[in-house]
């Protein structure tokens, strides 16, 4: 069974600044997805970045980029220019490729991301 | 275009009592698939659903069901409610089993009394 885990319970950041966010996950398959979500107090999961285990290149999207590396099993999440807006809880998760994602998103428990102004 | 809906947002029941919550994916997605959130376990998957089919189950007890209509909304029920069940309760939809990006509805907030 794969296991994603996320060592930081909780990250504070001054506004403007960079903060990177840990995940490693364990599993034996070749081909998967990870993803980090973004839960804000509203409570609903937003896909933050998505990343394909057979792609080397590492996802941007605007302010947010990953360091996917894959022989270490680790998919950091960077936040570049913090704003207060990014406060909240982010989860990363896995997702294998094979049976078409039947088995779901494994997640991680979590980061609670604090932004100082 | 509507997101996902869940409802209702909020649902206190007592022991042993059985409860149907309820999913809208989002308009063409016809994957549904459903999550519990609680402080202790965090996320754990617990069934997807693809055109009225169920494809898998999470690790749980089958007091956990759920069911899909032609039209791609769905329900999941819970019998015999255990305090252990107080969770928040996600859906999640997306276009079909090929697609790798989910949308999560706000959840609906499951307190047992």
């Known amino acids: 069974a794969q296991t994603v885990t996320q060592s930081q319970p909780e990250m504070s950041v001054q506004e403007a600044e960079t903060v990177t966010l840990s995940c490693t996950y364990d599993t034996s398959e070749s081909d998967y997805y990870l993803f980090w979500y973004k839960q804000p107090p509203s409570r609903q999961m937003i896909l933050v970045i998505r990343?394909?285990?057979?792609?080397?290149q590492n996802a941007t999207e605007n302010r947010f980029s990953v360091n996917f590396q894959k022989a270490a099993k680790s998919f950091s999440l960077k936040i570049s220019d913090s704003q207060l807006g990014d406060a909240a809880m982010y989860f990363c998760?896995?997702?294998?490729?094979?049976?078409?994602?039947?088995?779901?998103?494994?997640f991680g428990k979590g980061t609670h991301l604090i932004i100082q102004p | 275009k509507a997101g996902v809906t869940q409802t209702p947002r909020y649902l206190i029941k007592t022991r042993g009592q059985q409860v149907t919550l309820s999913c809208s994916p989002i308009s063409g997605h016809r994957s549904v698939s459903w999550y519990q959130q609680t402080p202790g376990q965090g996320l754990q998957f617990l069934f997807e659903?693809?055109?009225?089919?169920?494809?898998n189950k999470g690790n749980f007890p089958g007091r956990f069901s759920g069911r899909q209509f032609s039209n791609s909304r769905s329900e999941m029920n819970v019998s015999t409610l255990e305090l252990g069940d107080s969770a928040l309760y996600l859906c999640?939809?997306?276009?079909?089993?090929?697609?790798?990006?989910?949308?999560f509805g706000s959840g609906t907030q499951l307190s047992v009394l």
């Open positions: 990343q394909e285990a057979y792609k080397q």
């Open positions: 999640a939809s997306r276009r079909d089993a090929t697609n790798e990006k989910l949308f």
């Open positions: 659903y693809f055109s009225e089919t169920q494809r």
């Open positions: 998760a896995y997702r294998s490729a094979t049976r078409g994602g039947a088995d779901g998103l494994t």
